[in-house]
């Protein structure tokens, strides 16, 4: 099988990997390159817990290959804080009690940074709506939605990938 | 789940991908954002041994605005993915339905990844076929697998899986012609005629072809105009039926002049209720209209599959979608 050499830029960060044509982003994160906190869950596009951000939008994972991620800007969520402080969606999460098991959560927090960035001060309808892509089995999605309602307009910025923490 | 073994092809632009296709002889597939064909792979529905990536070609994910003679002609390029149908003014506000519809897909981050020629192209589903290999194995393959019996229509002699998306009804009602290439040239055809009317195969596209653009004329100043989507959650579902309406009014804006009310997720193509439209023709539109022309939404639709619905439950909620799209237009005047 043949495997070609991929450049990577995730999370502001450089990677050089040799992947197969048929790897996933979502199989190349994890089990490549060690960023495990994007998650493997249903595989088709039915859940967001694969959910990144790539250039600026938020997409699936597990449906993007990873021959054609090369030379985009991929956010996941270990690039979302500083490294030695939680980003205000993710303390909103745990202060509203929005998270339980916890493996939606990275799925769902992303999903929030992509709503933010495009309505920084969403209702709870476009809330719902920006969510929508997110599945959860555990919460009940009340408390996610608080979370995210609690969040004030500036938490929107996206970090700037060329920063290096 | 893991996708299956394949070759990736990069093409440089739209006629390099036609004559890859070509060259590979039906053993190569297109896709662009891949949140349908990437899932079918995994599936083992398809296993193409070549995979043609799209998304790498430039230039052709546009919305313009062209005067053509004297007609507003409205571009889009196939690979405008729907997030960018969806938020663009122009389409909100000349193309209302068809800004309503591709918003209405799937969840925002497949909006973000698929593309409206993906959503034209989409294949048509059924409770059977949208199974992985290993599901599907415990029955006989079924007419679009490739073997001789339908699931969703007792003793069907053909494939009945329906079409499942949102854009296209909404399409077909604004009149929209495809632009299809191949490596010899290209020609439009209407969005009406693209689809070959079964389940299998879904469109007209041979092997060696490709969707460059969809193409909607300018609606008339005086035409209304609405969606209707029915789903069991509100959100990332495919639609149980959903409803395109378009409505050409007279100059007093209260008579209809003429009238497209298109149908989908019932039958594997998207259903054009002529005897809705008939009723509608040359008549005021009136709560009492709504009523008449309505109930008359299924006439002339074939037998309707058991896909996840009963037919029954199915041919019902098409009389209400049309009812609701209906109203949906006098509540915008």
Aim: proline share 4%; net charge neutral.
């Amino acid at each position: 099988m043949t495997r070609r050499i991929v450049k990577l830029r995730i999370n502001g960060d450089d990677h050089e990997v040799a992947v197969k044509s048929w790897d996933t982003l979502l199989e190349v994160l994890r089990e490549e390159i060690g960023l495990t906190g994007t998650k493997n869950s249903c595989g088709l596009g039915n859940c967001g817990a694969c959910t990144v951000i790539i250039d600026g939008q938020a997409v699936l994972a597990c449906l993007t290959l990873t021959v054609e991620a090369e030379g985009k800007e991929i956010l996941t969520i270990e690039g979302i804080s500083d490294g030695n402080s939680l980003h205000p969606i993710q303390k909103a999460f745990i202060e509203h009690g929005a998270i339980q098991c916890g493996h939606c959560t990275p799925g769902m927090v992303m999903a929030t940074m992509a709503l933010l960035d495009k309505t920084p001060k969403p209702t709870e309808e476009e809330i719902r709506k920006g969510l929508s892509g997110n599945f959860c089995r555990c919460t009940g999605y009340v408390k996610v939605i608080d979370a995210v309602s609690s969040l004030s307009s500036e938490v929107s910025k996206m970090p700037d990938s060329t920063d290096k923490h | 789940m893991r996708l299956p073994k394949f070759e990736y092809l990069k093409p440089k632009n739209i006629s390099d991908a036609c004559s890859l296709l070509k060259d590979h002889k039906g053993s190569a597939r297109v896709f662009a954002g891949g949140t349908d064909f990437l899932v079918s792979l995994k599936q083992r529905i398809s296993t193409p041994p070549y995979v043609i990536g799209l998304n790498s070609i430039e230039g052709l994910d546009y919305i313009v605005d062209n005067n053509n003679n004297g007609t507003r002609l409205l571009r889009i390029g196939a690979l405008t993915t729907l997030t960018a149908v969806s938020s663009s003014d122009l389409i909100k506000k000349k193309f209302p339905i068809l800004a309503d519809s591709s918003c209405n897909v799937a969840s925002e981050q497949i909006r973000n990844m698929g593309t409206i020629g993906g959503n034209i192209c989409l294949d048509t589903r059924c409770w059977y076929y949208n199974q992985t290999k290993l599901w599907r194995d415990i029955r006989p393959p079924c007419f679009k697998t490739g073997g001789s019996v339908c699931y969703a229509v007792k003793s069907g002699k053909e494939c009945h899986a329906a079409n499942s998306s949102d854009t296209v009804p909404a399409l077909i009602a604004l009149g929209a012609k495809v632009k299809i290439v191949n490596a010899n040239g290209d020609k439009m055809v209407t969005l009406e005629e693209f689809y070959t009317g079964k389940g299998e195969p879904v469109n007209i596209l041979n092997d060696d072809e490709v969707i460059e653009e969809i193409v909607i004329p300018e609606s008339p100043e005086s035409s209304k105009e609405s969606f209707i989507k029915l789903t069991i959650r509100e959100g990332l579902e495919f639609p149980i039926v959903n409803s395109a309406v378009l409505l050409t009014m007279d100059d007093s804006g209260k008579k209809c002049m003429d009238a497209s009310v298109l149908v989908g997720g019932v039958l594997s193509y998207p259903f054009r209720a002529k005897k809705t439209e008939e009723t509608l023709k040359g008549n005021k539109i009136n709560e009492n209209l709504i009523e008449e022309a309505s109930k008359i939404a299924t006439e002339g639709m074939g037998p309707i599959a058991h896909i996840l619905h009963a037919p029954g439950y199915k041919r019902q909620m098409v009389q209400v979608c049309v009812k609701r799209a209906l109203r949906k237009t006098i509540r915008t005047c």
